[in-house]
């Protein structure tokens, strides 16, 4: 399959050598499986096989791109739609700078990152994995929902100025289950990434699970008071805003356009605690990563904020040609960001909650409806969901109803980050909606923050 895919982009490219066009060809093929659960059952289970073909044709200047999804067998049509790219660019408006188009020096293909093993999982075997991860949880008034979703992600590219083709192949899987109880509306959840089929374990998802219920069943529930807090954030609220970071802070196209909390004066300045190191890696399987970017740079380790202190920003090869700045081998579909974990011994929640505490610690795994409320300040917004507690300085526990957080990136990643866990885990931002982009972050398990303080509290679930 490879050669044929790359062997249509050698042909395409020759019709449009032919017809004097100068075009690029970004070519993605995806298989998606997707089984979704509710109240205890399977509400959808569904897959596609879909390939798209972006062609973006170049005339000086000018610049237009026209999309089709299609097949292999249908090499007419796709040449139809290089005429029709070629046909649209003689009609826009030219662009105030010189567009790059690459000329590869040679061929690169990665698929080190496939595992046909999980690419293929049958329904059986996400059954079997869902029915695993919850076996004697479920109850009448406990109710599972949930989804299981996995596939294989093929990109290609080939462009006139070069013969060269590069190629990409990975597979993924994101699985996230949810307990919840029907009468008193509160739910508690865990999830998985896997860049193959080892790294799924359901019984770690159970593990999780059942812990969180034996408290949420057990624990007193109430509405805590506003002020300041010693915050737990686990992993899922970590990577969410760590991700919230890769948008509105390190990304040099939207700090021009005024979309950043950090301007070219802080590269060299610590912004965040030393305690914070931030890379994009693309060593880490876990995170599916493009290892060169889509203009031929071969991407290495590349440190963002090292001790805190702000290395620099990311560069896509257009926002680099429009701004006059030097691409950074960022000009691919997702960074690999790796958040390096710290040196408190802590592992599981259970640890966690096991570790003897002066002060009361509000414990939030996950934030809910995040949003970006100032980009310029780095004030994002969310609520706690799915498991969070209150660990009193007593040692004993309290289900929380619901806060909200309002704050800053720069305090809540600052200098009153008390400690990270030195265990990781990868965690799935993959987006389910649009062409599959597989995509996870590696994070600390825990970080524990001082004084911060909540917005809102909520007076039920």
């Given at each position: 399959?490879?050669?044929?895919?790359?062997?249509?982009?050698?042909?395409?490219?020759?019709?449009?050598?032919?017809?004097?066009?100068?075009?690029a060809?970004?070519?993605h093929?995806?298989?998606?499986?997707l089984?979704?659960?509710?109240?205890?059952?399977?509400s959808?289970?569904?897959?596609?096989?879909l390939?798209?073909?972006?062609?973006?044709?170049?005339?000086?200047?000018?610049?237009?791109?026209?999309?089709?999804?299609?097949?292999?067998?249908?090499?007419?049509?796709m040449k139809?739609?290089?005429?029709t790219?070629?046909?649209?660019?003689?009609?826009?408006?030219?662009?105030?700078?010189?567009?790059?188009?690459?000329?590869l020096?040679?061929?690169f293909?990665?698929?080190?990152?496939?595992?046909?093993?999980?690419?293929?999982?049958?329904?059986?075997?996400?059954l079997?994995?869902?029915?695993?991860?919850?076996a004697?949880?479920?109850?009448?008034?406990?109710?599972?929902?949930?989804?299981?979703?996995c596939?294989a992600?093929?990109?290609?590219?080939?462009?006139?100025?070069?013969?060269?083709?590069?190629?990409?192949?990975?597979?993924?899987a994101?699985?996230?289950?949810?307990?919840?109880h029907?009468?008193?509306?509160?739910e508690?959840?865990a999830e998985?990434?896997?860049?193959?089929?080892?790294?799924?374990?359901?019984?770690?998802l159970?593990?999780?699970?059942?812990?969180?219920?034996?408290?949420?069943?057990?624990?007193?529930?109430?509405?805590?008071?506003?002020?300041?807090?010693?915050?737990v954030?686990?992993?899922?609220?970590?990577?969410?805003m760590?991700?919230?970071?890769?948008?509105?802070?390190?990304?040099?196209?939207?700090?021009?356009?005024?979309?950043?909390?950090?301007s070219?004066?802080?590269?060299?300045?610590?912004?965040?605690?030393?305690?914070?190191?931030?890379?994009?890696?693309?060593?880490?399987?876990e995170?599916?990563?493009?290892?060169?970017?889509?203009?031929?740079?071969?991407r290495?380790?590349?440190?963002?904020?090292?001790?805190?202190?702000?290395?620099?920003?990311?560069?896509?090869q257009?926002?680099?040609?429009?701004?006059?700045?030097?691409?950074t081998?960022h000009?691919?579909k997702h960074?690999?960001l790796?958040?390096?974990?710290?040196?408190?011994?802590?592992?599981?929640?259970e640890e966690?909650?096991?570790?003897?505490?002066?002060?009361?610690?509000?414990y939030?795994?996950?934030?809910?409806?995040?949003?970006?409320?100032?980009?310029?300040?780095?004030?994002?917004?969310?609520?706690?969901?799915?498991?969070?507690?209150?660990?009193?300085?007593?040692?004993?526990?309290v289900?929380?109803?619901?806060?909200?957080?309002?704050?800053?990136?720069?305090?809540?990643?600052?200098?009153?980050?008390?400690?990270?866990?030195p265990?990781?885990?990868?965690?799935n931002?993959?987006?389910?909606?649009g062409?599959?982009n597989?995509t996870?972050?590696?994070?600390p398990?825990?970080?524990?923050v001082?004084?911060?303080?909540?917005?809102?509290?909520n007076?039920?679930?």
């Open positions: 399959m490879k050669e044929r895919i790359l062997q249509t982009l050698r042909d395409l490219r020759a019709y449009a050598l032919g017809k004097n066009y100068e075009i060809l970004f070519y093929e995806e298989d998606s499986y089984v979704r659960f509710a109240n205890s059952a399977i959808l289970n569904t897959n596609e096989h390939i798209r073909l972006e062609i973006t044709a170049y005339d000086g200047r000018k610049r237009a791109n026209y999309g089709l999804i299609t097949d292999l067998g249908k090499l007419d049509e139809k739609g290089i005429d790219a070629a046909e649209m660019v003689q009609h826009v408006q030219p662009l105030n700078y010189d567009p790059t188009i690459p000329t020096a040679a061929s293909a990665d698929e080190n990152g496939y595992d046909p093993a999980l690419a293929q999982l049958s329904n059986e075997e996400r079997s994995y869902f029915n695993q991860a919850v004697g949880l479920e109850t009448d008034e406990i109710r599972l929902s949930g989804i299981f979703s596939g992600n093929t990109i290609a590219l080939i462009n006139t100025r070069s013969e060269h083709t590069q190629y990409f192949k990975t597979s993924d994101q699985v996230t289950a949810v307990l919840s029907t009468t008193l509306k509160w508690v959840t998985q990434s896997a860049q193959n089929k080892s790294e799924l374990d359901p019984e770690a159970r593990r999780d699970l059942a812990f969180l219920l034996e408290h949420y069943q057990h624990d007193t529930p109430q509405q805590i008071p506003l002020g300041s807090y010693a915050i954030f686990g992993a899922a609220a970590i990577a969410d760590i991700n919230f970071m890769n948008w509105i802070g390190i990304d040099g196209g939207l700090m021009k356009r005024g979309f950043s909390f950090l070219e004066e802080k590269v060299g300045q610590k912004v965040f605690s030393d305690k914070f190191t931030l890379t994009d890696d693309p060593t880490r399987l995170t599916f990563p493009f290892k060169q970017d889509f203009v031929g740079i071969d290495k380790p590349h440190p963002l904020f090292q001790r805190g202190v702000f290395q620099g920003f990311t560069w896509h257009d926002d680099a040609d429009e701004f006059g700045a030097q691409a081998g000009t691919v960074r690999s790796v958040l390096s974990g710290g040196d408190k011994n802590v592992k599981s929640l966690l909650i096991r570790v003897p505490r002066e002060k009361d610690i509000l939030i795994p996950f934030l809910h409806y995040m949003n970006i409320v100032n980009p310029s300040k780095a004030i994002v917004t969310g609520s706690s969901r799915f498991g969070a507690l209150l660990l009193k300085r007593d040692g004993s526990v289900v929380p109803f619901n806060v909200r957080v309002t704050l800053s990136l720069l305090e809540i990643f600052g200098d009153k980050v008390d400690w990270l866990s265990a990781t885990v990868s965690y931002i993959s987006n389910s909606y062409a599959r597989p996870a972050l590696i994070v398990c825990f970080m524990c001082n004084d911060l303080e909540i917005s809102h509290s007076s039920s679930y």
